[in-house]
């Protein structure tokens, strides 16, 4: 198994759950160790993620 960091942008929908955000990773064929938003605008949350990769 690899970690990888990774800066992925997901769309602002004004309510930034732990459902909202992991569910959009998990779409993605992410599997997160760690996520954090790191950067907020009016369309768009970047979120630094620790990809497991196996």
């Known amino acids: 198994m690899q970690v990888e960091s990774d800066l992925i942008e997901i769309s602002n929908n ?5 459902e909202y955000i992991e569910g959009e990773l998990t779409k993605r064929n992410i599997n997160p160790v760690r996520w954090a938003i790191v950067n907020v605008d009016d369309k768009i949350y970047t979120v630094s993620v620790a990809n497991l990769k196996e």
């Open 14 to 18: 004004n309510n930034p759950s732990v």
